[in-house]
């Protein structure tokens, strides 16, 4: 499909490039009770129309029919989309007020209902078409199943064929099981190391890998590639950004941007109900933001996914919340680098 879609009541200007398999976004929720010192996220980030500038994409593949387990991770971009309504663009815990940063709803990604292949090669296609636009805004991937990532970052490295690219994975699974039944989402990683882009075993660093959840075959494999695995357990032994310290520097060696990928499960059960395969032995949520606060600071990322939650699954809305506001921490930390520091707020004093 065109992103000139027709829908009953929109009307969107012709792109500046033809993307293929790309739909406009399936649903907008406005809210209109907003106070005017508060701007919610729902309100702020706006479906884009292929015309004004952007400084962020967001690009939203509902696709999870390549799932090991049963999952309804392709609901998550509309459940986000709903759950935008609670969340505002200042956050306290880093005095950020984002509201100058223009984020927009690129649209969502079209994939067959019954060809897993053609919706792997579907993806690929439409997002490395995002990729190449010409405006040149920083990409937000949202799944969808963790079988998405392969695609994405074969787009990346498609859009930019000069670049050596470093990785770092956010997961409590090492996602490099072998391929006897096609690609899953638990092959990404094996997927991008054998798929001949310009990404070096050398330069993947896991974060957050959970106890009983893998086949010592796999922590072995990912060394045999060169990688980098950083556990739940030693991450909190470690702390957070000694983790993500080393995860740059060495996603970072050698490379020329690093692309990030964020499954939800990562995080401790408790804090994720709403996705297929967590355990008890995960990290926090306030570990994942300040890792996702600090990277999107880093100059060398140059894209993300968020991937794996499960609406079908979730509990009073637990994981969808917690989902929201790691992409909005990254964004927070985003718009420093964008900005050079200024956190958005004014400094003038409030008056009793």
Known sequence: MKATQEIPGYVRPRPAREIPHLMVPEKKKISHWNDRHELRVNNWME??????PLDVGIINVPFSKTSILPNGAYAAPNALRDAWAIFTTFTPDYDVDMSALRVRDIGDVSTPIVDLYQGLRNIQECLQACFMQPEGFFPVVIGGDHAITAPAVRAYCGAHPDQQVGLIHFDAHN???????GPTN???????LESGVRVNGSNLVQ??????????YYKRWVEGQGGTIYTARQIRQRGIEKTIASALEIAGRGTDAIYVTVDIDVLEVGYAPGTAAATADGLAPADLFE?????GQNPKVAAIDF??????????EIT??????????????LFL???NGWRGYDPEPIRS
């Open 47 to 52: 479906p884009w129309d292929f015309a004004s």
């Open 337 to 339: 680098r964008q900005h």
């Open 175 to 181: 996602d490099v099981r072998v391929m006897d039944h």
């Open 320 to 333: 969808t919340r917690t989902f929201g506001s790691a992409i909005l921490t990254f964004l927070a930390g």
């Open 307 to 316: 991937v794996e939650l499960d609406p079908t699954r979730d509990v009073a």
């Open 207 to 216: 974060v957050g890998i959970h106890g009983f959840m893998n086949a010592s």
């Open 291 to 295: 890792a996702l606060f600090i990277l």
């Open 186 to 192: 638990g092959t990404p990683i094996r997927g991008i």
